[in-house]
């Protein structure tokens, strides 16, 4: 069973625009990631943030963090082509558990 | 350093074959993991290793073993392949059980 759910599962968006991606949880955890994955490629890291902390910052990332509501949400701002991916949140209780991920588009 | 390393890139399988997937790290990490795809989902883990010479099972092990050869090799075996095992597969590595991982490249496994 995936731990996080992400929303939406697709995002077509302009370059240029502000993207944001929502994350969904069940139970407690030890930090909240989000990875990034190109077609046919490996993930990548993004970003990681703690169950004590609330918002992070990364270049264009910005993480938001809602222990309360089991929540978290990825902001990617002035999108480009470039940034077209699928984009997974992953929760760290014992063992790091993936969501199924945002399909995003970026067209130029 | 060419971080996470696997290998092969693509391979085909009969049912009932046996084949085992090479994964290597050059980033003296302690922890590795084995993870697998299904089309349109996250991953799934299915072994992981915390440390040399211990191995444990994630959510989907079934059908798999792990040999924790050294601190840079991690290698998955299906004993005998199932089509249900058809997916892609992710080695991944980190320097501890709670920080980012870095994956590879996958392996491509289609089961007929």
């Known amino acids: 069973s995936q731990q996080g759910e992400e929303d939406p599962q697709a995002l077509s968006i302009q370059e240029g625009e502000n993207a944001t991606m929502n994350c969904s949880y069940k139970?407690?955890?030890?930090?909240l990631q989000w990875y990034r994955q190109n077609s046919g490629r490996g993930l990548v890291h993004l970003i990681l943030?703690?169950?004590?902390?609330r918002e992070k910052h990364s270049g264009r990332l910005r993480v938001t963090l809602d222990t309360s509501k089991k929540s978290s949400s990825l902001l990617i701002t002035a999108s480009r082509a470039a940034d077209t991916a699928s984009y997974f949140c992953?929760?760290?209780?014992?063992?790091?558990?993936f969501g199924g991920g945002t399909r995003l588009m970026v067209k130029p | 350093n060419a971080g996470v390393t696997q290998t092969p890139k693509f391979q085909v399988l009969k049912t009932g074959q046996s084949m085992t997937l090479q994964c290597a790290q050059d980033?003296?990490?302690?922890?590795m993991y084995w993870y697998r795809q299904d089309p349109g989902m996250g991953l799934r883990l299915i072994y992981y290793?915390?440390?040399?010479?211990?191995?444990d099972k994630g959510e989907v092990p079934n059908g798999y073993n792990v040999s924790r050869l050294n601190k840079r090799e991690f290698s998955l075996r299906l004993e005998s392949a199932a089509p249900s095992q058809t997916s892609v597969y992710f080695c991944?590595?980190?320097?501890?059980?709670?920080?980012?991982?870095?994956f590879g490249p996958g392996t491509r496994l289609t089961v007929t």
């Open positions: 139970t407690s955890i030890n930090n």
């Open positions: 992953a929760t760290l209780g014992n063992m790091l558990t």
């Open positions: 290793s915390a440390s040399e010479g211990t191995t």
């Open positions: 991944a590595s980190s320097e501890a059980g709670l920080g980012e991982q870095y």
């Open positions: 980033m003296n990490h302690n922890s």
């Open positions: 943030i703690r169950s004590n902390e």
